[in-house]
């Protein structure tokens, strides 16, 4: 076995410090009367995301954020859903909130996204939002952006990587992460030039070989091999999926195989990279909306 060389994005320890920061802005809301609430809806009991649910709860009683929670029966109708995002639209307690992902068969998630007040979308994936996204390459973003993608680009910011001139490949092309982070990354602070790669790409360890940075989401354990990869790879492991570690224990387990800590100069863990960076996105993102609401940003 070779030494394992790649340092650490260490999201976690970053998470902490930004909570930490987003603490202090909520007490200067609380010093004008302002309490920012983050409400979730829940549908159905999958493990999973019941315990992403609690884990946003868990959150914002750290920061101070009010939370409001709609956890609703697996087979309620689109309309029952529909109510309730309504009645969150117009309850002055929620200044941000998020629909957990996914669905079940029987509802329209975009039906479900489109009906969110955008002003109070917390993860930045209402149609509206996402728009002004692909208009904005410019300036300040003054709407709320997709929590993974902007944990992404906050994790290697504050690791002082600079995307500038790089070339960056991404893997999966989901609604949550593939599609808008290459918005991001090709903006003008970050200038970076990308490539989206998805389950229709011909040669992708060709492609892997060539990139300076994989942002690797597409949710396949281990489908991201250090042979493939570039020496000194800047590599960002935000798949999640849950495997049977053998004894009937569900564990977490990214797109990366361990072994690119051998190639890559640095590597986001999974657990403990880009997961925690994604709940803390959620609560910058409840807190510049309130900012906003209270016309301080
Ligand atoms: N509307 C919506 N918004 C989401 O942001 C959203 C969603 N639906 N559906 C599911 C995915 C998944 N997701 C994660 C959040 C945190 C961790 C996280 O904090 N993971 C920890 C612990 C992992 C564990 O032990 O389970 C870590 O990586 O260290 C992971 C995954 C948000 N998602």
Request: include cysteine; glycine fraction near 10%; hydrophobic fraction near 40%.
């Amino acid at each position: 076995m070779t030494q394992s060389t790649a340092q650490i994005l260490d999201g976690k320890a970053t998470a902490a410090a930004i909570k930490a920061e987003l603490t202090t802005r909520v007490s200067v809301l609380a010093a004008k009367g302002i309490v920012p609430g983050l409400g979730t809806i829940l549908v159905g009991s999958d493990p999973g995301s019941t315990w992403y649910v609690g884990g946003k709860h868990k959150d914002c009683a750290e920061v101070g954020i009010q939370s409001i929670r709609r956890d609703l029966p697996e087979d309620i109708s689109q309309e029952g859903l529909l109510e309730v995002v309504r009645e969150l639209n117009d309850n002055p307690e929620c200044t941000g909130y998020i629909v957990q992902l996914p669905l079940p068969k029987h509802i329209d998630q975009d039906v479900i996204l489109e009906a969110m007040d955008p002003d109070k979308d917390a993860d930045g994936l209402h149609p509206m939002n996402l728009g002004r996204l692909v208009a904005n390459v410019n300036g300040e973003m003054k709407s709320p952006l997709p929590c993974t993608p902007k944990g992404c680009v906050e994790l290697l910011r504050r690791h002082n990587i600079e995307l500038k001139g790089k070339r960056v490949l991404v893997v999966g092309r989901g609604v949550t992460i593939g599609r808008p982070i290459g918005l991001l990354l090709t903006r003008k602070e970050v200038n970076a030039t990308v490539i989206l790669a998805h389950t229709g790409t011909v040669d992708l360890p060709a492609e892997l070989k060539q990139a300076d940075v994989v942002i690797a989401a597409a949710g396949v354990p281990h489908m991201i091999k250090a042979e493939d990869l570039k020496p000194g790879a800047i590599v960002l492991d935000v798949g999640v999926s849950r495997v049977d570690d053998g004894n009937g224990k569900a564990v977490v387990t990214g797109d990366v195989d361990p072994a690119a800590a051998d190639v890559a100069a640095w590597l986001s863990p999974n657990p403990g990279g880009v997961g925690p960076m994604t709940r803390a996105m959620l609560l910058a993102n409840v807190v510049e909306s309130a900012e906003r609401q209270a016309g301080i940003a």
